[in-house]
């Protein structure tokens, strides 16, 4: 089966700037994730989905990011205005339902911001 | 909430000799673990998981680990290392209740073997 597709691979902006990310989850996986993967550091969540409704997005800095799943397939992550602090991968995932489910990720997003 | 150490920042090994990660959680439900591994510049690949059962649970690529509720462990372990095997290895919880399977992830272990 496919794995989730993710684009663009990098991605350099400056401070200010806007930018997004795309995801295409694995065929038939209802959940999906978005992750902040700073160096040296493990992923950190962002957002859930569960189809096209959000499950949780405590972790969203809702000033400057938003995400959005239409249809309940591919789903976009937009950071405005980035700051430098928002140097990272961004890693979407992607499940069946169900806790013991394992999540499926993509290559990421390698975000520079000078 | 959940919280994951992994208690070493970065193991060297030779190659063909053993090693253990070693992964310690705290929560205060019942949880799922896995474990992950990220090769430079890729995504995160699934190594293990323990859902239930045997304590003593075999991945991918002759890694295993085992899971020891007195001890809030899940230290991950391979028997002989190869070089392909240098990459960053992650262990992750969710909480068995939450249908959502959110993942809190450790800081990750970096496994460099040497020749």
């Known amino acids: 089966e496919a794995g989730v597709a993710q684009s663009p691979r990098y991605k350099i902006i400056e401070k200010r700037q806007s930018v997004a990310f795309w995801c295409n989850p694995i065929s038939g996986h209802a959940t999906l994730y978005w992750y902040q993967q700073i160096l040296g550091q493990g992923p950190k969540l962002l957002i859930q989905f569960q189809n096209n409704g959000v499950v949780d997005d405590s972790q969203l800095p809702k000033d400057r990011f938003s995400a959005e799943r239409l249809k309940g397939v591919d789903s976009t992550l937009k950071i405005q205005p980035a700051k430098l602090e928002d140097s990272a991968v961004y890693l979407c995932a992607s499940s069946d339902t169900g806790g013991n489910q394992p999540q499926h990720f993509g290559d990421g997003t390698r975000l520079s911001i000078l | 909430a959940q919280s994951v150490t992994q208690l070493d920042s970065q193991v060297p090994v030779f190659e063909e000799a053993p090693v253990e990660l070693r992964c310690n959680y705290s929560s205060s439900v019942s949880v799922y673990l896995f474990w992950y591994v990220q090769y430079p510049n890729q995504g995160l690949q699934l190594l293990l998981k323990?859902?239930?059962?045997?304590?003593l649970v075999k991945g991918i690529n002759g890694f295993e680990a085992e899971f020891n509720k007195s001890q809030t462990s899940f230290h991950l372990r391979k028997p002989s290392v190869h070089i392909s095997d240098t990459a960053e290895y992650f262990c992750?919880?969710?909480?068995?209740?939450?249908?959502?399977?959110?993942?809190?992830f450790g800081g990750g272990t970096r496994l460099m073997v040497k020749p």
């Open positions: 992750a919880v969710s909480d068995r209740a939450n249908a959502g399977n959110m993942l809190t």
């Open positions: 323990y859902l239930s059962g045997s304590t």
